[in-house]
């Protein structure tokens, strides 16, 4: 069984998916998902933003809360591409333990 934290993951996304089509007068993921693109880069660009902004702030507590905000919007772009959270962990499990200083070095010229 996956950990508590991919579980969250998988159930949050499940409840993207279960938005589309759904009226975005009642929810704010149906509302971006409506949008399209335009919409949700728009606001994975602004949540993007305001990380590094916080970041550059110090401010700790506001840092976890925009990079909060800027997942979630991550996942509601993947969703609406029809990837998963699961897909980006897959990657992340291959890539765990090689070195991006040797995984670049080992591209081609
Ligand atoms: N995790 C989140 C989540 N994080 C942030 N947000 C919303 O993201 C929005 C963006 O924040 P901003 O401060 O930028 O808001 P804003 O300026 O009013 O945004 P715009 O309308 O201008 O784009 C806010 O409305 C937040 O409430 C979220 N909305 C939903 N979820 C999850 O998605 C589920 C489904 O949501 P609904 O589809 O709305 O029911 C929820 O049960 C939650 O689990």
Redesign the pocket.
């Known amino acids: 069984m996956p950990p508590d934290s991919t579980r969250l993951l998988e159930r949050?996304a499940d409840?993207?998916e279960s938005?589309r089509g759904?009226d975005p007068s009642?929810?704010?993921?149906?509302?971006l998902l409506a949008g399209g693109d335009d919409?949700i880069l728009k606001?994975v660009g602004?949540?993007a933003t305001e990380t590094v902004i916080a970041a550059m702030q110090g401010d700790r507590a506001k840092l976890v809360a925009e990079t909060?905000?800027l997942w979630?919007?991550t996942l509601v772009m993947l969703v609406h591409h029809e990837l998963r959270p699961e897909d980006v962990l897959a990657e992340l499990a291959r890539r765990e333990g090689l070195s991006g200083i040797d995984e670049k070095a080992s591209r081609p010229a």
Do not use: G, N
């Open positions: 949050l409840t993207l938005r759904a009642r929810s704010y993921v149906a509302k919409r606001k602004e949540e909060a905000d979630f919007h």
